[in-house]
Nanobody, 125 residues
Framework: QVQLVESGGGLVQAGGSLRLSCAASGLTFSSHFMGWFRQAPGKEREFVALIRWSLSSTYYADSVKGRFTISRDNAKNTVYLQMNSLKPEDTAVYYC??????????????????WGQGTQVTVSS
């Protein structure tokens, strides 16, 4: 059974930083693209960042480019999202997601096969 468990969310002031972690189990981690998405109240879930299998090439939404960094440690089955220069508009529930094994995925919610339960990030002004 695949499990993705996020941690590291919380309340932070604007301009601050948080580091989210997502621990994966029940899958061959290095065979999966990994992504981060977020969902603010009343809004649709949106793409934030993704990282490829082992080459670790990355892609970001324009809204977070230059502020957020996605990384992965395949030895620890964990993907991270370092969030710097946080803004109130970054407030959302952040979700970790895994693509199907050995398949390229992109920014669509429906492309991802497995999801975590989410972690709340609140940025105060």
């Amino acid at each position: 059974q695949v499990q993705l468990v996020e941690s590291g969310g919380g309340l932070v002031q604007a301009g601050g930083s948080l580091r989210l972690s997502c621990a994966a189990s029940g899958l061959t981690f290095s065979s999966h693209f990994m992504g981060w998405f977020r969902q603010a109240p009343g809004k649709e879930r949106e793409f934030v960042a993704l990282i490829r299998w082992s080459l670790s090439s990355t892609y970001y939404a324009d809204s977070v480019k230059g502020r957020f960094t996605i990384s992965r440690d395949n030895a620890k089955n964990t993907v991270y999202l370092q969030m710097n220069s946080l803004k109130p508009e970054d407030t959302a529930v952040y979700y970790c997601a895994a693509g199907p094994p050995l398949r390229t995925v992109w920014v669509g919610v429906n492309e991802y096969a497995y999801w975590g339960q989410g972690t709340q990030v609140t940025v105060s002004s």
